[in-house]
Protein backbone atom coordinates (compact mmCIF):
# COMPACT_ATOMS: atom_id res chain seq x y z
CA UNK A 1 0.00 0.00 0.00
CA UNK A 2 1.14 3.33 -1.07
CA UNK A 3 1.05 5.83 2.47
CA UNK A 4 3.10 8.59 0.72
CA UNK A 5 0.36 10.62 0.06
CA UNK A 6 -0.66 11.70 3.34
CA UNK A 7 2.26 11.07 5.55
CA UNK A 8 5.02 13.75 6.13
CA UNK A 9 8.98 13.13 7.22
CA UNK A 10 9.48 10.90 9.89
CA UNK A 11 12.08 12.11 11.77
CA UNK A 12 13.14 15.85 12.97
CA UNK A 13 16.41 15.85 14.07
CA UNK A 14 18.49 18.77 15.61
CA UNK A 15 21.97 18.61 16.52
CA UNK A 16 22.03 21.59 18.75
CA UNK A 17 23.68 21.07 22.02
CA UNK A 18 22.09 20.88 25.34
CA UNK A 19 22.44 23.73 27.70
CA UNK A 20 20.58 25.81 30.76
CA UNK A 21 18.19 27.23 28.55
CA UNK A 22 17.76 24.57 26.05
CA UNK A 23 14.11 23.94 24.60
CA UNK A 24 12.41 21.33 23.21
CA UNK A 25 13.22 22.73 19.84
CA UNK A 26 16.56 21.29 20.44
CA UNK A 27 15.45 17.78 21.04
CA UNK A 28 14.52 14.81 18.66
CA UNK A 29 11.30 14.99 17.44
CA UNK A 30 9.18 13.01 15.72
CA UNK A 31 7.31 14.70 12.72
CA UNK A 32 4.53 11.36 11.47
CA UNK A 33 1.45 12.79 10.79
CA UNK A 34 -2.14 11.13 8.91
CA UNK A 35 -5.46 12.03 8.58
CA UNK A 36 -7.79 11.05 11.09
CA UNK A 37 -10.34 9.64 8.50
CA UNK A 38 -7.81 6.79 7.20
CA UNK A 39 -8.03 2.91 8.40
CA UNK A 40 -6.55 1.94 11.36
CA UNK A 41 -4.65 -0.50 9.24
CA UNK A 42 -2.79 1.98 7.86
CA UNK A 43 -1.27 3.30 11.50
CA UNK A 44 -1.01 -0.12 12.09
CA UNK A 45 1.47 -0.45 8.99
CA UNK A 46 3.49 2.68 9.81
CA UNK A 47 3.77 1.49 13.19
CA UNK A 48 5.28 -1.99 12.52
CA UNK A 49 8.04 -0.53 10.29
CA UNK A 50 8.56 1.88 12.65
CA UNK A 51 9.25 -0.01 16.06
CA UNK A 52 10.49 3.28 18.07
CA UNK A 53 8.10 5.87 16.81
CA UNK A 54 6.25 7.26 19.67
CA UNK A 55 3.04 8.19 18.34
CA UNK A 56 1.14 9.76 15.48
CA UNK A 57 0.44 13.49 14.97
CA UNK A 58 -3.74 12.90 14.04
CA UNK A 59 -4.61 15.52 11.58
CA UNK A 60 -7.91 16.36 9.73
CA UNK A 61 -7.78 18.12 6.56
CA UNK A 62 -4.58 18.87 7.58
CA UNK A 63 -5.62 20.37 10.80
CA UNK A 64 -4.16 19.39 14.14
CA UNK A 65 -6.75 16.55 15.82
CA UNK A 66 -4.41 14.97 18.73
CA UNK A 67 -1.73 12.30 19.34
CA UNK A 68 -2.25 8.61 18.95
CA UNK A 69 0.54 6.83 21.07
CA UNK A 70 1.98 3.55 19.78
CA UNK A 71 1.58 1.98 23.34
CA UNK A 72 -2.38 2.61 23.40
CA UNK A 73 -2.50 1.85 19.81
CA UNK A 74 -0.86 -1.72 20.95
CA UNK A 75 -2.87 -2.14 23.72
CA UNK A 76 -6.34 -1.60 22.79
CA UNK A 77 -5.64 -3.53 19.41
CA UNK A 78 -4.50 -6.42 21.92
CA UNK A 79 -8.09 -6.53 23.74
CA UNK A 80 -10.47 -8.60 22.35
CA UNK A 81 -12.03 -8.38 19.07
CA UNK A 82 -9.78 -4.85 19.02
CA UNK A 83 -8.11 -5.85 15.72
CA UNK A 84 -11.70 -6.50 14.31
CA UNK A 85 -13.15 -3.54 15.58
CA UNK A 86 -10.41 -1.02 14.67
CA UNK A 87 -8.25 -1.81 12.04
CA UNK A 88 -11.02 -1.35 9.25
CA UNK A 89 -12.71 1.69 10.83
CA UNK A 90 -11.63 5.15 10.32
CA UNK A 91 -8.51 5.68 12.79
CA UNK A 92 -11.20 8.59 14.65
CA UNK A 93 -13.01 5.66 15.94
CA UNK A 94 -10.19 4.29 17.80
CA UNK A 95 -8.89 7.63 18.97
CA UNK A 96 -12.30 8.54 20.24
CA UNK A 97 -12.34 5.68 21.96
CA UNK A 98 -9.10 6.00 24.11
CA UNK A 99 -8.87 10.03 23.93
CA UNK A 100 -7.93 11.39 27.06
CA UNK A 101 -6.16 14.77 27.81
CA UNK A 102 -2.74 15.25 25.55
CA UNK A 103 -0.09 17.32 26.86
CA UNK A 104 0.69 20.04 24.59
CA UNK A 105 3.61 22.49 25.06
CA UNK A 106 5.49 25.34 22.98
CA UNK A 107 8.14 24.48 21.22
CA UNK A 108 9.82 27.21 23.57
CA UNK A 109 9.03 25.49 26.39
CA UNK A 110 12.54 24.78 28.08
CA UNK A 111 13.26 21.40 29.14
CA UNK A 112 13.42 21.29 32.45
CA UNK A 113 10.23 23.33 32.68
CA UNK A 114 8.36 20.42 30.05
CA UNK A 115 9.95 17.58 32.37
CA UNK A 116 7.91 18.93 35.86
CA UNK A 117 5.01 19.31 33.82
CA UNK A 118 5.50 15.67 32.33
CA UNK A 119 5.55 13.82 35.91
CA UNK A 120 2.91 15.86 36.83
CA UNK A 121 0.50 13.77 34.64
CA UNK A 122 -1.67 10.84 36.63
CA UNK A 123 0.45 7.82 36.56
CA UNK A 124 -1.35 5.94 33.72
CA UNK A 125 -0.30 8.44 30.95
CA UNK A 126 3.13 9.36 32.60
CA UNK A 127 4.53 7.59 29.98
CA UNK A 128 2.63 9.31 27.11
CA UNK A 129 4.59 10.86 24.20
CA UNK A 130 3.96 14.53 24.63
CA UNK A 131 2.93 16.68 21.39
CA UNK A 132 5.09 19.73 20.97
CA UNK A 133 3.36 22.93 19.00
CA UNK A 134 6.43 24.03 16.38
CA UNK A 135 4.19 26.75 14.83
CA UNK A 136 0.74 27.37 14.27
CA UNK A 137 -0.68 23.92 12.46
CA UNK A 138 3.08 22.37 12.63
CA UNK A 139 2.88 19.41 15.59
CA UNK A 140 5.32 16.92 16.16
CA UNK A 141 5.56 14.60 18.89
CA UNK A 142 8.37 13.37 21.53
CA UNK A 143 9.14 10.57 23.38
CA UNK A 144 9.02 10.99 26.79
CA UNK A 145 11.22 8.79 28.18
CA UNK A 146 14.03 11.29 25.54
CA UNK A 147 12.97 14.20 27.52
CA UNK A 148 13.86 13.39 30.92
CA UNK A 149 16.71 11.87 29.57
CA UNK A 150 17.77 15.44 28.32
CA UNK A 151 16.46 16.70 31.80
CA UNK A 152 18.52 14.88 33.76
CA UNK A 153 22.05 15.66 31.51
CA UNK A 154 20.97 19.23 32.25
CA UNK A 155 20.87 18.49 35.52
CA UNK A 156 24.12 16.87 35.68
CA UNK A 157 25.31 20.09 33.40
CA UNK A 158 24.06 22.32 35.96
CA UNK A 159 25.66 20.56 38.68
CA UNK A 160 28.94 20.33 37.12
CA UNK A 161 28.71 24.36 36.31
CA UNK A 162 28.08 25.15 40.07
CA UNK A 163 30.62 22.73 41.46
CA UNK A 164 32.81 24.61 39.11
CA UNK A 165 31.57 28.02 39.85
CA UNK A 166 31.91 27.13 43.22
CA UNK A 167 35.68 25.99 42.93
CA UNK A 168 36.44 29.57 41.13
CA UNK A 169 34.51 31.48 44.13
CA UNK A 170 37.08 29.43 46.51
CA UNK A 171 39.91 30.39 44.52
CA UNK A 172 39.04 33.96 44.32
CA UNK A 173 38.14 33.71 48.03
CA UNK A 174 41.64 32.75 48.79
CA UNK A 175 43.11 35.28 46.38
CA UNK A 176 41.01 38.12 48.36
CA UNK A 177 42.06 36.72 51.76
CA UNK A 178 45.66 37.07 49.88
CA UNK A 179 45.16 40.38 48.66
CA UNK A 180 43.74 41.41 51.93
CA UNK A 181 46.35 40.47 54.20
CA UNK A 182 49.08 42.17 51.65
CA UNK A 183 46.60 45.53 51.90
CA UNK A 184 46.72 44.97 56.02
CA UNK A 185 50.37 44.40 55.60
CA UNK A 186 50.70 47.41 53.25
CA UNK A 187 48.39 50.18 55.43
CA UNK A 188 50.52 48.71 58.99
CA UNK A 189 53.97 49.68 57.17
CA UNK A 190 52.66 52.93 55.74
CA UNK A 191 51.79 53.93 58.76
CA UNK A 192 55.61 54.36 60.31
CA UNK A 193 56.35 56.61 57.56
CA UNK A 194 53.35 58.86 57.13
CA UNK A 195 53.30 59.60 61.25
CA UNK A 196 56.81 60.67 60.39
CA UNK A 197 55.94 62.80 57.79
CA UNK A 198 52.78 64.29 59.72
CA UNK A 199 54.72 64.47 63.16
CA UNK A 200 57.78 66.23 61.35
CA UNK A 201 55.56 68.85 59.38
CA UNK A 202 53.99 70.43 62.58
CA UNK A 203 57.66 70.82 64.04
CA UNK A 204 58.90 71.96 60.65
CA UNK A 205 56.21 74.46 60.72
CA UNK A 206 57.43 75.12 64.50
CA UNK A 207 60.79 75.73 63.40
CA UNK A 208 59.92 77.72 60.66
CA UNK A 209 58.17 80.49 62.78
CA UNK A 210 61.70 80.09 65.00
CA UNK A 211 63.76 81.23 62.17
CA UNK A 212 61.35 83.87 60.83
CA UNK A 213 61.23 85.30 64.43
CA UNK A 214 65.01 84.86 64.47
CA UNK A 215 65.17 86.95 61.49
CA UNK A 216 63.18 89.74 62.25
CA UNK A 217 65.19 90.45 65.45
CA UNK A 218 68.70 90.63 63.28
CA UNK A 219 66.88 93.43 60.95
CA UNK A 220 65.28 95.39 63.71
CA UNK A 221 68.41 95.51 65.69
CA UNK A 222 71.31 96.10 63.22
CA UNK A 223 71.66 99.64 63.07
CA UNK A 224 71.83 99.57 58.69
CA UNK A 225 70.51 97.30 55.51
CA UNK A 226 73.55 95.02 54.59
CA UNK A 227 73.11 95.75 51.12
CA UNK A 228 74.61 91.51 50.03
CA UNK A 229 71.41 90.45 52.41
CA UNK A 230 68.55 92.57 50.37
CA UNK A 231 70.39 91.92 47.19
CA UNK A 232 69.81 87.89 48.03
CA UNK A 233 66.48 88.47 49.46
CA UNK A 234 65.24 90.23 46.96
CA UNK A 235 67.08 87.29 44.63
CA UNK A 236 64.81 84.87 46.00
CA UNK A 237 61.57 86.80 46.56
CA UNK A 238 62.06 86.32 50.28
CA UNK A 239 58.34 87.75 50.97
CA UNK A 240 57.07 85.63 48.39
CA UNK A 241 59.19 82.39 50.86
CA UNK A 242 57.70 83.29 53.60
CA UNK A 243 53.69 83.67 52.59
CA UNK A 244 54.06 80.24 50.21
CA UNK A 245 56.25 78.08 52.65
CA UNK A 246 53.49 78.40 55.66
CA UNK A 247 50.37 77.61 52.86
CA UNK A 248 52.78 74.78 51.36
CA UNK A 249 53.86 73.25 54.76
CA UNK A 250 49.46 73.69 56.07
CA UNK A 251 48.82 71.58 52.72
CA UNK A 252 52.15 69.09 53.55
CA UNK A 253 49.89 68.30 57.09
CA UNK A 254 46.61 68.39 55.38
CA UNK A 255 47.75 65.72 52.78
CA UNK A 256 49.28 63.86 56.00
CA UNK A 257 46.39 63.53 57.45
CA UNK A 258 44.91 62.40 54.78
CA UNK A 259 46.32 59.22 53.91
CA UNK A 260 46.44 58.65 57.80
CA UNK A 261 42.79 58.38 57.24
CA UNK A 262 43.09 56.08 54.08
CA UNK A 263 45.37 54.23 55.69
CA UNK A 264 43.17 53.23 57.98
CA UNK A 265 39.92 52.59 55.98
CA UNK A 266 42.28 50.01 54.28
CA UNK A 267 42.97 48.77 57.34
CA UNK A 268 39.77 48.42 58.42
CA UNK A 269 38.58 47.24 55.47
CA UNK A 270 40.97 44.66 54.77
CA UNK A 271 41.64 42.97 58.77
CA UNK A 272 41.31 39.50 59.12
CA UNK A 273 38.55 39.44 61.92
CA UNK A 274 38.00 36.98 64.29
CA UNK A 275 34.83 35.29 65.85
CA UNK A 276 34.63 38.03 68.38
CA UNK A 277 32.85 41.39 67.17
CA UNK A 278 33.93 44.60 68.18
CA UNK A 279 32.34 47.99 68.92
CA UNK A 280 32.12 50.01 66.18
CA UNK A 281 30.92 53.30 64.50
CA UNK A 282 28.40 52.85 61.32
CA UNK A 283 28.98 56.16 60.29
CA UNK A 284 32.37 55.60 60.74
CA UNK A 285 32.64 52.66 58.77
CA UNK A 286 30.52 54.40 55.85
CA UNK A 287 32.87 57.20 56.01
CA UNK A 288 35.96 55.08 55.75
CA UNK A 289 34.12 52.87 53.00
CA UNK A 290 33.44 56.58 50.99
CA UNK A 291 36.86 57.42 51.39
CA UNK A 292 38.17 54.20 49.67
CA UNK A 293 35.62 55.04 46.92
CA UNK A 294 36.31 58.59 46.56
CA UNK A 295 37.70 58.43 43.34
CA UNK A 296 34.94 55.87 41.38
CA UNK A 297 32.11 58.10 42.31
CA UNK A 298 34.23 61.93 41.92
CA UNK A 299 34.88 60.61 38.42
CA UNK A 300 31.43 59.08 38.14
CA UNK A 301 30.04 62.70 38.46
CA UNK A 302 27.98 61.08 41.13
CA UNK A 303 26.86 63.28 44.10
CA UNK A 304 26.51 61.17 47.49
CA UNK A 305 24.39 62.90 50.12
CA UNK A 306 25.23 61.59 53.47
CA UNK A 307 22.35 62.18 56.38
CA UNK A 308 23.61 60.38 59.56
CA UNK A 309 21.72 60.07 62.85
CA UNK A 310 23.35 60.13 66.07
CA UNK A 311 24.10 56.13 66.46
CA UNK A 312 24.99 53.93 69.33
CA UNK A 313 28.03 51.89 69.06
CA UNK A 314 27.00 48.10 68.02
CA UNK A 315 28.76 45.34 68.25
CA UNK A 316 29.68 43.77 65.15
CA UNK A 317 32.42 42.47 62.74
CA UNK A 318 33.42 46.48 61.35
CA UNK A 319 35.44 44.64 58.50
CA UNK A 320 32.21 42.63 57.10
CA UNK A 321 30.03 45.31 57.59
CA UNK A 322 32.53 48.15 55.38
CA UNK A 323 32.36 44.95 52.76
CA UNK A 324 28.41 44.93 52.85
CA UNK A 325 28.67 49.19 52.47
CA UNK A 326 31.22 48.74 49.38
CA UNK A 327 28.72 46.30 47.42
CA UNK A 328 25.68 48.37 47.63
CA UNK A 329 27.43 51.65 46.99
CA UNK A 330 29.46 50.05 43.86
CA UNK A 331 26.61 48.52 42.35
CA UNK A 332 24.66 51.84 42.73
CA UNK A 333 27.91 53.56 41.03
CA UNK A 334 27.29 50.48 38.75
CA UNK A 335 23.76 51.32 37.80
CA UNK A 336 23.69 55.40 37.99
CA UNK A 337 26.83 54.69 35.19
CA UNK A 338 24.86 52.52 32.63
CA UNK A 339 21.69 55.00 33.21
CA UNK A 340 23.43 58.06 32.67
CA UNK A 341 24.22 56.82 28.98
CA UNK A 342 20.26 57.04 28.29
CA UNK A 343 19.21 59.14 30.79
CA UNK A 344 21.04 63.23 31.18
CA UNK A 345 19.94 63.10 35.04
CA UNK A 346 22.48 63.57 37.18
CA UNK A 347 23.26 60.76 39.38
CA UNK A 348 22.79 60.92 43.01
CA UNK A 349 23.03 58.24 46.17
CA UNK A 350 21.45 58.83 49.28
CA UNK A 351 22.75 57.32 52.60
CA UNK A 352 20.43 57.25 55.96
CA UNK A 353 21.52 56.01 58.84
CA UNK A 354 18.87 55.88 62.23
CA UNK A 355 18.12 54.46 64.94
CA UNK A 356 14.49 52.74 64.76
CA UNK A 357 12.14 51.09 67.14
CA UNK A 358 10.18 48.66 64.78
CA UNK A 359 6.90 46.35 65.06
CA UNK A 360 5.30 44.23 63.06
CA UNK A 361 5.29 45.45 59.54
CA UNK A 362 7.26 48.06 59.70
CA UNK A 363 6.43 51.36 57.59
CA UNK A 364 9.20 51.40 55.20
CA UNK A 365 7.44 54.18 52.82
CA UNK A 366 10.98 54.48 50.01
CA UNK A 367 8.69 57.43 48.32
CA UNK A 368 8.67 59.41 51.79
CA UNK A 369 12.64 59.94 51.92
CA UNK A 370 13.31 59.94 48.33
CA UNK A 371 10.66 62.49 47.62
CA UNK A 372 12.55 64.53 50.12
CA UNK A 373 15.77 63.69 47.62
CA UNK A 374 13.66 64.85 44.24
CA UNK A 375 12.84 61.22 43.17
CA UNK A 376 9.22 60.58 42.02
CA UNK A 377 8.50 57.52 44.18
CA UNK A 378 5.17 55.83 43.01
CA UNK A 379 2.93 52.78 45.20
CA UNK A 380 4.82 50.67 42.82
CA UNK A 381 7.90 50.70 44.95
CA UNK A 382 5.81 49.49 47.86
CA UNK A 383 4.12 46.72 46.60
CA UNK A 384 7.95 45.73 45.49
CA UNK A 385 9.20 45.44 48.85
CA UNK A 386 10.69 42.34 49.50
CA UNK A 387 11.70 41.24 53.36
CA UNK A 388 14.36 38.80 53.90
CA UNK A 389 12.67 37.23 57.02
CA UNK A 390 9.11 37.10 58.02
CA UNK A 391 7.76 39.89 59.55
CA UNK A 392 7.89 40.03 63.60
CA UNK A 393 8.23 42.13 66.23
CA UNK A 394 11.12 43.86 66.11
CA UNK A 395 12.68 46.79 68.37
CA UNK A 396 15.62 48.44 68.39
CA UNK A 397 17.61 48.66 65.12
CA UNK A 398 20.03 50.05 63.79
CA UNK A 399 18.82 51.03 60.27
CA UNK A 400 21.33 52.08 57.14
CA UNK A 401 19.72 53.12 53.47
CA UNK A 402 21.28 53.22 50.04
CA UNK A 403 18.83 54.58 47.92
CA UNK A 404 20.03 55.90 44.66
CA UNK A 405 17.88 57.56 41.53
CA UNK A 406 19.17 54.80 39.04
CA UNK A 407 17.29 52.65 36.77
CA UNK A 408 15.37 50.46 39.29
CA UNK A 409 15.63 46.84 39.13
CA UNK A 410 12.90 45.03 37.07
CA UNK A 411 10.59 43.31 39.28
CA UNK A 412 10.77 39.76 37.82
CA UNK A 413 14.00 39.80 39.13
CA UNK A 414 13.86 41.01 42.19
CA UNK A 415 13.21 37.94 44.21
CA UNK A 416 16.38 36.51 42.65
CA UNK A 417 19.24 39.27 43.19
CA UNK A 418 20.28 37.03 46.62
CA UNK A 419 20.97 34.22 44.76
CA UNK A 420 24.42 33.02 44.08
CA UNK A 421 25.68 33.43 40.93
CA UNK A 422 22.78 35.47 39.45
CA UNK A 423 23.91 38.72 37.82
CA UNK A 424 22.84 41.17 35.47
CA UNK A 425 26.20 42.56 34.70
CA UNK A 426 28.38 41.75 31.25
CA UNK A 427 30.79 38.74 31.16
CA UNK A 428 33.48 39.74 33.15
CA UNK A 429 32.11 43.01 35.25
CA UNK A 430 30.04 40.69 37.86
CA UNK A 431 29.97 37.26 39.18
CA UNK A 432 26.63 37.13 41.04
CA UNK A 433 28.49 36.64 44.13
CA UNK A 434 28.18 40.06 45.76
CA UNK A 435 24.53 40.47 47.01
CA UNK A 436 24.96 36.81 48.06
CA UNK A 437 27.87 37.35 49.92
CA UNK A 438 26.26 40.64 51.69
CA UNK A 439 22.81 38.95 52.38
CA UNK A 440 25.25 36.53 54.31
CA UNK A 441 26.80 39.30 56.09
CA UNK A 442 23.59 41.24 57.37
CA UNK A 443 21.33 37.78 58.06
CA UNK A 444 23.23 35.20 58.89
CA UNK A 445 26.57 36.93 60.16
CA UNK A 446 24.71 39.59 62.61
CA UNK A 447 21.51 38.24 62.69
CA UNK A 448 19.89 41.12 60.81
CA UNK A 449 17.63 42.22 57.97
CA UNK A 450 18.24 43.01 54.20
CA UNK A 451 15.66 44.89 52.41
CA UNK A 452 14.81 46.14 48.68
CA UNK A 453 12.76 48.44 47.81
CA UNK A 454 12.60 49.15 44.21
CA UNK A 455 10.81 50.06 41.02
CA UNK A 456 11.96 50.53 37.19
CA UNK A 457 12.45 54.12 36.21
CA UNK A 458 12.24 55.34 39.78
CA UNK A 459 15.22 54.21 41.74
CA UNK A 460 16.63 52.03 44.09
CA UNK A 461 16.58 51.59 48.11
CA UNK A 462 18.46 48.64 49.99
CA UNK A 463 17.93 48.75 53.87
CA UNK A 464 20.19 47.14 55.96
CA UNK A 465 18.90 46.49 59.63
CA UNK A 466 21.50 45.49 61.92
CA UNK A 467 19.86 44.64 65.62
CA UNK A 468 21.63 46.89 68.60
CA UNK A 469 21.12 44.74 71.14
Not at 58 to 76: A, C, E, R, Y
Not at 252 to 274: D, N, T
Not at 298 to 314: A, C, F, Q, T
Request: aromatic residues 8%; proline residues 4%.
Amino acid sequence: MVINSYLQPMFYYSNKHLDLSSTLRDLTLHDMHIEIHKLGVVAAEIFEENKLLPGIILTNFGKFVGMISQQQFVKNLSRQYGREIFLNRPISVLYNFIKYELLVLPGDTSIVDAAYKAVKRPQEFMGEPIVVEISPENYQVLETKNLLIAQSNIHQLAKDLLQQKTQAQLIQTEKLVMLGQMVAGLAHELRNPINCVAGNSKFISGYYQDLIALIHTYEKNLPQEIEEVEDLKQEIDFEFIKKDYLEMMKSIEISAERMMQLVSSLHSFSHMEGTKRQKANINDCIDSTLLILKNRWKNSEVEIIKNYGELPLILCHPGQVGQVFMNLINNALDALEEYKEANSKPGKIWIYTTVKHLSENPDRHLGKSVNEAEINATSEMEASMIYTQDNQPIYNWLSIRIVDNGPGIPYEIQEQIFDRFFTTKAVGKGTGLGLAITYQIVVEKHGGKLNLNSAPGVGTEFEILLPID
